[in-house]
């Protein structure tokens, strides 16, 4: 338990002192994302919104909150790498652990990163979100309801949703490199598997409206994606020290 304090209070002391990188290049990122923001907002609803459902603004600062908060979504994904970059680099410091980083393979796994950053975009937003979007509309509309949605409310839903699988399909990719640095181990991970099981579950049912057909669609994945990378870590996630035996 020290230990991973110790390894906590590492990686804090080193990202504070890449504060103002972090800070800047947030900053560079929020503004330009806002200047496209109404752009995002008008292709979900195009792309997103059944037929016969209908937007509408609750108050005077919804729409300016809404670019706000899709800037604020997407600067905080774009340094997400960094803070992992320099936390990695941390534990590497404080541990001893020397690695040599090639060009060739980091291009390949800068390259898989973002392709399976894309991929989980895509997976939410062309088929998950349009499917239980198109299953709810429906439920309302049996019941003789009319569908409005509050703008804020289904555009962020949109977004955070998308962004979110982006993360949830770096999972393989992200647990097989902490296994080859040996910061986390294989067995640790099998371990706890239940916990984590428990854990997809929650997170399913915190990003989801209250139905269990959505919550279902965004937790089962989770659970994929996290048996996927226990085979993948498996069978190439041997860390050095392990491989020196």
Request: include cysteine.
């Amino acid at each position: 338990m020290n230990s991973y304090m110790e390894d906590i209070s590492v990686i804090i002391v080193s990202l504070k002192k890449k504060l103002a990188l972090l800070l800047s290049l947030f900053f560079v990122v929020f503004m330009v994302s806002f200047q496209f923001a109404g752009l995002v907002i008008s292709t979900i609803k195009d792309d997103l919104l059944p037929e016969g459902a209908k937007l509408v603004y609750v108050s005077p600062l919804e729409i300016m909150l809404l670019k706000m908060k899709i800037a604020l979504f997407i600067g905080l994904f774009f340094i997400i790498p960094f803070i992992l970059i320099f936390a990695v680099k941390a534990l590497m410091k404080r541990n001893m652990v020397t690695i040599k980083v090639k060009k060739g393979p980091l291009f390949v796994v800068s390259v898989v990163a973002l392709i399976s950053f894309l991929a989980g975009v895509s997976y939410a937003y062309f088929i998950m979100l349009p499917l239980f979007i198109d299953y709810l509309y429906l439920n309302a509309a049996a019941s003789g309801v009319v569908a409005t949605y509050s703008i804020f409310s289904f555009i962020s839903f949109a977004v955070q949703a998308s962004l979110i699988f982006g993360l949830v399909f770096e999972t393989p990719l992200v647990l097989t490199t902490l296994t080859r640095l040996d910061i986390v181990q294989y067995q640790t991970l099998v371990t706890y598997r239940k916990h984590i099981y428990v854990i997809c579950l929650i997170i399913g049912a915190v990003i989801t409206p209250p139905d269990i057909v959505s919550q279902m669609m965004v937790g089962i994945p989770l659970l994929i994606f996290f048996e996927l990378s226990l085979i993948i870590v498996r069978i190439v996630g041997k860390g050095k020290k392990k491989d020196k035996t």
